[in-house]
């Protein structure tokens, strides 16, 4: 803790050093009833989309901003449960890219690699509750230069939190619907545009799961504060989340043949559990993974940035922010494949995390004549503790163990490592403005050294390794046709740096085979990444179309063995190249009376250049396409709002998706329709009473959500799938006061 203190100290003193991600293209404010849903990044040299709030407001109360994204272009989104927070099941990819090779920042801090083993950062869930973010900035690319990232190979989302500007007043809504939701929110806003202004908010949700037993439960808090002083402006932020989720049973497509979709875990069931774990199992199941006793997630996480805008003389702007995340996490699972001392034969294993990470960035942006330039640089250091260990149920009746709460006392600790990560980015970019012509020329680069110090090593692998790249070019331009058209283009070149964690990464194999790693030169991985589009923005359409070539390279493979459950260490090598081709459209149509329509479309050919090559096995993946990577995505919405009745119904189409290597096995295509309606009455308060309700999965229909739960095999079935929830309704009663 005292080391991460002295370096924020430091950082502050070293932000007279340029850097920072949210300067000259800082987000529209949100929260305008003016406000369009969706801006299709009017004036920039890339791909790039902006999420208002009212696209969340929208939604059923506590969707996660992930699932508000899925109607953009190439960009895939799936869970297991009807808000798309389920953390075990949340994915994300874009444009073939998953979501450990994206970039996530909130309000330019950065939140890692959104891995469910949970290294370098938090998802963006448990860093800002839903009703307090303002704008979504989805780039299909690379991302802006400056963003506070080293693993954004196929794209960013950046998060900005919503700046209260109304005066003093509260919001509140509550929500209670399908298997027995209940959620409460409030926030208490305060100060006035231009002045010092905020807002401290709180939410509790609480949720059984659609299928088998448990639950899943969240509490967060939230606080933002913003003081002007003379041509300065300081801001602070404050976020604690206490989150417990009960898993879903893993599935296969032969397991969703014999068993159903609605099969789960035993749990509440624990003498069946023990039954099973002796085997001795009730059909139609049949063997030990079919299910488990019980399985969670718990995570904790605090959060707090402080920052200071500056302006320095005519154009000149300084930022910088400081921040710190600290985070305790368990993983666990009831394991039927060791049994606990006193006779109990199964245990409950844990993965464990302990993050204690802090950094500060900051920019530097200049004005002169027609260009802008800005220089900027990013240090971050991470101590993340991790540990897989065991710990007894009480006894052959009595399971002594609640999975919903941290466990303690362990009876074994297979290995526990202390891993230290530091981060150093800079960038430089310069934007020339010629008339209707705009030209960004940039390039940043980073160092991340990793090391890995075991306290107990068990099997798995200690030592050093870094990625280092110090030049990454970026390149584009925009042009304007007319007021309302415009054509864009551009190259982008990014390198990911390797991870440090004992789940994933080059640290999560063999000490043998992390030495032949380093003894050979393990690469990291790295994508090219050309765009060509155009927009078109008028008071009846806004629109836009583009077309993309990536080429990803030194792709890491890291090949599970045996069942999840298990542990076992994973083979990681660089294995080739990846190919994407893909189209994108999306628009949306204001046809008058309150009404709209909104559509996209897109489609990506990713495929694998090469054959995987192992010391016994030649795996013929060479044209075959990237697992997890619909080819054809298509979503349509119709919207009416006349300010009292207001109501939406959206579909999302997603083909089919392969879950091995060798595109042997796939789960079908699917439609969603989801559907909200609603009323506002005047109530003489500060904002009308609302009355809303949403179904998710309207026609509910079976399918498989999520795939890859427990990785891609090369060939075959395996235990990896999620269903999807089935129909769900909320209703919520809304009130601004």
Do not use: C
Not at 453 to 466: E, M, T, Y
Not at 494 to 517: K, Y
Not at 627 to 652: C, I, M, Q, S, W
């Amino acid at each position: 803790m005292r080391k991460i203190t002295v370096m924020l100290l430091a950082g502050v003193a070293f932000g007279s050093v340029p850097v920072m991600a949210q300067q000259s293209n800082a987000p529209t404010t949100a929260g305008s009833e003016e406000a369009e849903i969706v801006v299709f990044g009017q004036g920039e040299t890339r791909q790039v989309q902006e999420v208002s709030s009212k696209e969340l407001l929208i939604l059923a109360p506590g969707t996660s901003p992930l699932k508000a994204i899925e109607k953009l272009p190439s960009v895939s989104f799936q869970s297991a449960d009807p808000f798309g927070t389920y953390e075990w099941s949340s994915r994300v990819s874009i444009r073939g890219f998953n979501q450990n090779q994206l970039g996530y920042t909130l309000d330019g801090i950065p939140l890692g690699d959104s891995s469910y083993g949970n290294n370098n950062g938090l998802h963006i869930g448990r860093a800002i509750i839903s009703e307090n973010i303002g704008v979504t900035r989805v780039s299909q690319g690379s991302g802006s230069i400056g963003t506070q990232a080293t693993n954004n190979l196929g794209g960013t989302l950046e998060f900005f939190s919503a700046d209260p500007s109304d005066g003093f007043g509260a919001d509140a809504n509550l929500t209670y619907g399908s298997s027995n939701t209940m959620r409460a929110f409030g926030r208490i806003n305060f100060g006035e545009a231009g002045g010092v202004r905020g807002f401290l908010s709180g939410v509790y949700h609480n949720a059984d799961k659609w299928k088998g037993g448990g639950e899943q439960r969240s509490m967060h808090v939230n606080a933002k504060a913003i003081i002007p002083v003379g041509d300065a402006e300081f801001d602070g932020f404050f976020s604690y989340s206490d989150r417990a989720e009960q898993d879903y049973q893993d599935l296969s497509l032969e397991m969703i043949n014999r068993l159903g979709y609605d099969h789960d875990n035993y749990f509440p069931d624990y003498a069946k559990a023990i039954a099973a774990a002796r085997g001795v199992y009730v059909a139609p199941i049949n063997n030990l993974d079919d299910s488990y006793y019980d399985a969670s997630g718990l995570r904790k996480d605090t959060l707090a940035s402080y920052g200071l805008s500056a302006t320095l003389a005519d154009g000149v702007t300084f930022k910088i922010k400081a921040y710190y995340h600290n985070n305790t996490g368990q993983g666990t699972w009831g394991t039927p494949y060791v049994p606990s001392p006193n006779g109990v034969p199964m245990s409950a294993r844990t993965t464990e995390y302990d993050i204690q990470r802090g950094g500060v960035f900051s920019s530097l942006n200049a004005e002169v004549g027609d260009h802008e330039v800005t220089v900027g640089s990013w240090y971050e250091h991470n101590d993340f503790t991790q540990a897989r260990r065991f710990y007894a149920y009480e006894s052959n009746t009595t399971p002594g163990l609640d999975h919903t709460k941290f466990l303690t006392n362990p009876f074994f600790t297979q290995w526990l490592f202390d891993f230290n990560t530091d981060t150093l980015q800079y960038y430089v970019q310069d934007k020339i403005s010629l008339g209707d012509l705009t030209i960004n020329l940039g390039w940043k680069g980073f160092q991340v050294n990793n090391e890995s110090d075991p306290r107990i090593q068990g099997s798995l692998a200690a030592g050093k390794i870094k990625s280092q790249d110090w030049f990454q070019p970026h390149a584009g331009v925009a042009y304007k046709l007319t007021d309302k058209a415009e054509i864009f283009g551009g190259f982008t070149q990014v390198t990911r740096a390797f991870v440090s964690s004992a789940t994933s990464g080059p640290f999560a194999t063999t000490q043998a085979g992390f030495n032949a790693l380093v003894t050979r030169g393990l690469k990291p991985e790295s994508s090219d990444t050309f765009e060509l589009g155009a927009r078109y923005n008028d008071n009846v359409f806004n629109g836009v179309i583009g077309v993309y070539y990536v080429n990803f390279r030194n792709r890491l493979l890291g090949v599970q063995t045996g069942a999840g459950i298990v542990g076992n260490p994973a083979i990681l090598q660089n294995v080739g190249s990846v190919r994407s081709l893909g189209f994108e459209a999306a628009g949306d149509v204001r046809l008058g009376g309150g009404m709209t329509l909104f559509a996209s479309y897109s489609y990506t050919g990713a495929t694998y250049r090469e054959n995987v090559i192992t010391p016994t096995a030649v795996i013929a993946t060479k044209g075959k396409e990237v697992v997890d990577t619909p080819k054809h995505l298509l979503r349509g919405e119709f919207a009416y709002d006349n300010d009292a009745f207001f109501g939406r119904v959206g579909a999302n189409y997603m083909s089919k998706r392969y879950f091995n290597y060798l595109n042997d096995r796939s789960v079908p295509s699917r439609v969603l329709v989801d559907a909200t309606v609603g009323y506002r009455l005047d109530a003489g308060l500060r904002a009308p009473l609302e009355l809303q309700l949403n179904a998710t999965n309207l026609f509910g229909i079976d399918y498989v959500s999520t795939i890859g739960s427990n990785g891609f095999g090369n060939s075959g079935d395996n235990q990896t799938l999620l269903a999807g929830s089935p129909r769900q309704v909320f209703v919520t009663l809304k009130a601004g006061f």
